[in-house]
């Protein structure tokens, strides 16, 4: 399976991928994260899993279960850790781990590396028994609500090692820090070539015309990413251009807050046709293929981000993408050559316009938004940093944090 990524992925990163994988080979690896459907973690491990299987790694990918109660809190820590007000009462915290002691007896803990992607399972590493533990963390705590990331940090910093997506997203922490951004598979289901067959089959399915230039956002349905501002960036851009827009998303199983803010985009969108709000099932991975490559322009006009994934997607299907300058964003859209910056509403108007009146530009943009990606954002990047990381903390007990670098 490796092998299939020669010829699109730099020849430099399955060298190196080569040789870590014959270092840990049969060494056990595992995963744990709090959904497998939805978002971009479960969008990684689904890929990353049977390659490192595949490589000739004992790979594994467990999912803690929690009540409804559970993930309203880790919600909450969740937007906590991003900046927003939230309370978390003793009681809350007392039911958060014992969540996790409950799946602690569920899950089978032995390996010998484990990465624990984000804050809902932190609390596992109280149950270590043996191997590096690594916190794997993907949202953005560079301001977090200092009294719930305070609690948090009893587990955080009992990890071998942390990794964060990007630099500044980052906290100091007594413990060794990496930075790895996400990636994407060029050969999965989400962003493999498609023929034009197949396209037009899904636009038709998903009833989206396709006489007119499709402005696209794929996303869940998020206040962070900003459904609501696409719709009115696109109302203004429509005075101008005839174009249609398409929602796309579905809420994530482990976010009680996607229902109420679909209603509200919905309630939004309600007098303006050409809006088409497209709620997807989990695992649509080859109609939000088809959809990201049917559209003109691609939008990611996050309020607060992640790495976001929808980013590389796009740019790897060669279309001009516009995001918000927030999160990760920022180092896959590099302004005016892979893609536009914006940090308004009107500012995310003016850029459609420019590329549905430019469609040269748009193409010059997508070419190298195309390049961008292959060389910095394609899977066999991050499983190579991955594997880096472990063999480099497989001797050390504490490193330096990378701020103090
Ligand atoms: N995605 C999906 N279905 C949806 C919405 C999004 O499969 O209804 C995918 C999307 O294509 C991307 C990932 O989920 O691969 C979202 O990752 P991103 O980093 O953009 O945002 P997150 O949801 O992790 O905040």
Redesign the pocket.
Known sequence: MITQYSGISPKSDLLLLQRLSEKLKERSFLHINSTRE????A?ILQRMVPLLNDMGLDTRWEIIEGDERFFDITKKIHNAFQGNLETITDDMWHHFFEVNKRNADRLNLDADAVLIHDPQPAPLIEFKKKGKWIWRCHIDVSRPIKEIYNHMEQYCERYDAAIFSVAKFAQAMPISEFIITPSIDPLGE?NKDLTKEEIEETAERLQIPLDRPIILQ???FDRFKDPVGVIKAYKIAKKYNDCILVL???P?TDDPEGEVVLNEVKEYAADTPDIHILL?PAF??KD?NALQRMATVILQKSLKE?????VS?AMWKRKPIIGGATGGIPLQILHGVTGFLVHSIDGAAFRIRQLLSNPDMAKTIGESGREYVRKNFLITRQIRDYLSVWYSIEDENKGKSVLEL
Do not use: M, N, W
């Open positions: 939805g978002g971009g973690v969008e989400k794929v996303s869940r796309a998303g579905s994530a997807l649509s991975d939000i992640g790495f976001g994934l929808t997607e």
